[in-house]
């Protein structure tokens, strides 16, 4: 399995179809295609020699549509979390993840969860009048993602010992003690600039409340990075049993997830 990351064309192919395409960054885009032949090459010689270091995250706090953290990485980073999303996570799991499982899917994106939520609903017309149903969602998903289970999840079916330590690398690098301080930093600077507005006090409050509720990953083994393209499939993995339990044991004929949020 790890030696899939370690062949140049996949890492060529990834740049070129996601990470050139999609980061929104030209700025970065531009950095790294300056030296590009330079840059792929000493990936590969990182994943081939076995010795990636992760750079830290740029995180910064946005506020629309509301306050929440995102962990910027490097294209490099970028490149070595799309590899492994690609050829690790979603190669093993595709097979065993639900139709009704959406989201970071090809073709099965928020356009196909609306297409079945409306399939759903119109079976259920032709049967009853009367139509119930039950939304769900996990509180801070992301953030209270445990590191262990997580792992152990993977290791039900992922054996390659090189990809596991890459893996682990990625879900552990939220323990560093930068990440937590920083996004401490950051909320509290938003505050101070909050209480020098000029709006009234109960709104300033509501402000201030929404950012004190945002964690700071400050528990050790809790929580996977905002905005990697691997947490977005570690999010869809880390609720699969979940989702087998309810459709096969519960017989749930009608369900969706979407990331963490989920219709019945």
């Known amino acids: 399995m790890y030696e899939s990351i370690t062949d140049l064309n ?7 179809s996601e ?5 929104k960054n030209k700025i970065k885009i531009e950095k790294f295609e300056n030296y590009l032949s330079l840059n792929i090459f000493n990936i590969y010689n990182e994943l081939k020699d076995e010795k990636v270091k992760f750079s830290k995250y740029h995180i910064f706090l946005i506020k629309e549509p509301k306050y929440r953290i995102i962990m910027s990485q490097t294209i490099k980073d970028k ?6 999303a690609r050829y690790f996570l979603l190669k093993v799991y595709e ?34 009048k009367d139509i119930y149903y039950l939304k769900c969602d996990i509180s801070k998903y992301f953030y209270n993602v445990d590191h262990n289970i997580l792992k152990n999840i993977l290791r039900k079916k992922i054996k390659d010992k ?14 560093y003690s930068y990440v937590s301080k920083r996004i401490e930093e950051l909320c509290q600077k938003e505050i101070d600039k909050i209480n020098k507005l ?37 999010a ?11 459709k096969e044991k519960l017989n749930i004929k009608y369900y969706a997830r979407y990331m963490d949020g989920a219709t019945v």
């Open 10 to 16: 996949n890492i060529i192919n990834i740049y070129n």
């Open 19 to 23: 990470i050139k395409k999609n980061t």
């Open 79 to 84: 490149i070595i979390n799309h590899l492994v």
């Open 95 to 128: 097979k065993s993840f639900l139709n009704s499982n959406i989201a970071t899917r090809k073709g099965k994106g928020p356009l196909f969860g609306i297409k079945l939520i409306k399939k759903y609903i119109n079976e259920l017309k032709k049967e009853n």
């Open 162 to 175: 090189k990809a596991l330590k890459l893996i682990d690398d990625i879900i552990d690098s939220t323990n």
């Open 198 to 234: 000029q709006i009234p006090q109960k709104e300033k409050n509501k402000k201030i409340e929404e950012i004190n509720k945002i964690p700071r990953f400050d528990k050790k083994g809790k929580g996977i990075p905002i905005g990697n393209m691997t947490s977005q499939a570690f």
């Open 236 to 246: 869809i993995i880390y609720l699969n049993e979940l989702d087998h339990y309810i």
